[in-house]
């Protein structure tokens, strides 16, 4: 049994794979030198805000819930410090490997494996989560950091043109 069975649900995690879609639009769309904007000095740039995603995509997904590849694994280390300069297209291939195994998960998973307590070594038994809180917790971390470089793009008076949104019923 699917974990998205609620209309709402579905139409939660619709939501979230239009925003996807939409940043890895705006993502596909920059040039190196776009990538590189910082507004400011101890600001991250464009591609540092867009490894941070990724990495934390991965971190939670993999390192957390146990899920995805050793690839999927690799990318929890995007946003380290040291980490080697990447393309628009590695960007790219990271949002949709995150993307396709954090959708996987979500299809999978039932209702009593999303209620599941999961203790965090860091936290301890006292705060345990559960995959729902992890699920919520990406979600707010991608709208968050893509109204972030959406910010970044429009301060140095850049727009992106998006694909239209889904149509209204």
Do not use: C
Not at 121 to 141: D, L, M
Request: hydrophobic residues 40%; aromatic residues 8%; negative net charge.
């Amino acid at each position: 049994m699917s974990a998205i069975t609620s209309s709402f649900g579905k139409a939660i995690i619709q939501g979230w794979e239009d925003y996807h879609t939409q940043l890895v639009a705006v993502v596909r769309s920059l040039t190196p030198e776009q990538l590189a904007i910082r507004v400011g000095p101890d600001l991250r740039s464009v591609n540092e805000i867009i490894a941070h995603v990724i990495a934390g995509r991965a971190a939670w997904f993999s390192g957390v819930l146990k899920e995805g590849d050793e690839e999927i694994a690799a990318m929890r280390e995007w946003d380290d410090p040291g980490q080697p300069e990447r393309t628009t297209a590695d960007y790219i291939h990271g949002f949709e490997a995150t993307w396709s195994m954090m959708w996987e998960a979500m299809q999978r998973w039932s209702d009593e494996q999303l209620a599941e307590e999961i203790v965090l070594p860091w936290i301890g038994p006292a705060h345990p989560i559960t995959r729902s809180f992890v699920v919520w917790h990406i979600i707010e971390h991608d709208l968050h950091h893509g109204g972030e470089i959406s910010h970044s793009l429009g301060m140095q008076g850049l727009t992106i043109e998006l694909p239209p949104g889904p149509p209204k019923d």
